[in-house]
């Protein structure tokens, strides 16, 4: 893919060198947009991985290091760590470079680059690209990862028309759809289809393997089940972070999926009314295009 209107990173710093962030660098790389890539990696085998794999042309260990004269900025980091990461990196960073992130969540995002940058938020631009896979690392990294996924942008009233322009054209280089939406929308909306059905799946899972006889059920768990529960061996650490910060507007989809369950409760007994509940559901389904996949239903 190429982006002909796109002025090629110079230098791209990406601060947490694993999937995401490793994926966004292939991505670019393959993409002939970017021209020097610095990785951040906590461990010495992390930064020996990137280098061995080519997502990174340069690894360390310090996020200010890898920022300085960097023209942009990835912050691939659990959504916990952004303020101190953008604390540790401010100091660096040039006055005209773009600051983004590829965290779940929004609002405590912006509130943590309010807080870390001051007047240099205007530098920053939050994105969530929605893609990812049960498995993190590096090593799992991939120039396609983004390819027809989503990518949210929610920009602040004060961010820069510039960077935002720039983050926009880069994530399109990756080959992914670009959308703005405000943090708050982008919050609630992912709490719906995103966050409560993870919890749902670490839900379902745990209340089988607590009864007497779950290791049994599981042992009869077929295709359905597999297909259903495949998110609950994602990452606790990092689901643990975007559920905690996002706890009023997951409570909010949990409240309506109880009165959900509630009506499918109350129509058990009666097959017409059942039946009509389930065609209600299948419906909505059938009618569904997933994100990033329009040619499939």
Same mark, same amino acid.
């Given at each position: 893919?190429?982006?002909?209107?796109?002025?090629?990173?110079?230098?791209? &710093?990406?601060?947490?060198? $694993?999937?995401?962030?490793?994926?966004?660098?292939?991505?670019?790389?393959?993409?002939?947009?970017?021209?020097?890539?610095?990785?951040?990696?906590?461990?010495?085998?992390? #930064?020996?991985?990137?280098?061995?794999?080519?997502?990174? +042309?340069? &690894?360390?260990?310090?996020?200010?290091?890898?920022?300085?004269?960097?023209?942009?900025?990835?912050?691939?980091? @659990?959504?916990?760590? /952004?303020?101190?990461?953008?604390?540790?990196?401010? @100091?660096?960073?040039?006055?005209?470079?773009?600051?983004?992130?590829?965290?779940?969540?929004? /609002?405590?995002?912006?509130?943590?680059?309010?807080?870390?940058?001051?007047?240099?938020?205007?530098?920053?631009? @939050?994105? %969530?690209?929605?893609?990812?896979?049960?498995?993190?690392?590096?090593?799992?990294?991939?120039?396609?990862?983004? #390819?027809?996924?989503?990518?949210?942008?929610?920009?602040?009233?004060?961010?820069?028309?510039?960077?935002? *322009?720039?983050? %926009?054209?880069?994530?399109?280089?990756?080959?992914?759809?670009?959308? /703005?939406?405000?943090?708050?929308?982008?919050?609630?909306?992912?709490?719906?289809?995103? %966050?409560?059905?993870?919890?749902?799946?670490?839900?379902?899972?745990?209340?089988?393997?607590?009864? @007497?006889?779950?290791?049994?059920?599981?042992?009869?768990? $077929?295709?359905?089940?597999? +297909?259903?529960?495949?998110?609950?061996?994602?990452? *606790? /650490?990092?689901?643990?972070?975007?559920?905690?910060?996002?706890?009023?507007?997951?409570?909010?989809?949990?409240?309506?999926?109880?009165?959900?369950?509630?009506?499918?409760?109350?129509?058990?007994?009666?097959?017409?009314?059942?039946?009509?509940?389930?065609?209600?559901?299948?419906?909505?389904?059938?009618?569904?295009?997933?994100? $990033?996949?329009?040619?499939?239903?």
């Amino acid at each position: 893919m190429s982006a002909p209107d796109l002025a090629p990173v110079r230098r791209l &710093a990406i601060i947490g060198c $694993g999937l995401m962030g490793g994926s966004f660098a292939l991505a670019l790389r393959a993409a002939g947009a970017v021209r020097h890539t610095v990785g951040v990696a906590r461990s010495e085998r992390a #930064r020996a991985q990137a280098l061995a794999l080519g997502v990174v +042309d340069q &690894a360390c260990a310090d996020a200010a290091e890898a920022a300085a004269e960097a023209d942009v900025v990835l912050l691939a980091v @659990p959504v916990a760590a /952004t303020e101190a990461t953008l604390r540790a990196l401010a @100091p660096a960073l040039a006055p005209d470079a773009l600051v983004m992130d590829v965290g779940s969540t929004k /609002t405590d995002v912006v509130a943590a680059a309010r807080a870390a940058l001051g007047a240099r938020v205007a530098q920053f631009v @939050p994105a %969530h690209p929605i893609a990812g896979k049960e498995k993190a690392g590096v090593e799992h990294a991939s120039a396609e990862l983004y #390819r027809r996924s989503q990518v949210v942008l929610t920009p602040l009233p004060d961010t820069r028309a510039d960077l935002l *322009a720039r983050a %926009h054209a880069l994530w399109v280089a990756t080959g992914a759809r670009v959308r /703005t939406m405000s943090p708050e929308a982008h919050d609630s909306a992912l709490a719906a289809v995103s %966050h409560l059905p993870h919890l749902v799946a670490f839900a379902a899972v745990r209340a089988i393997a607590q009864q @007497p006889h779950g290791a049994q059920m599981l042992a009869l768990a $077929g295709p359905g089940f597999r +297909d259903f529960t495949r998110i609950a061996a994602s990452d *606790a /650490t990092v689901w643990r972070d975007i559920l905690h910060a996002n706890a009023s507007h997951v409570r909010a989809q949990a409240r309506a999926l109880r009165a959900a369950l509630d009506d499918f409760d109350a129509v058990l007994d009666d097959p017409a009314r059942l039946h009509a509940l389930i065609e209600d559901a299948s419906r909505v389904r059938r009618a569904w295009t997933p994100a $990033g996949a329009p040619d499939s239903p």
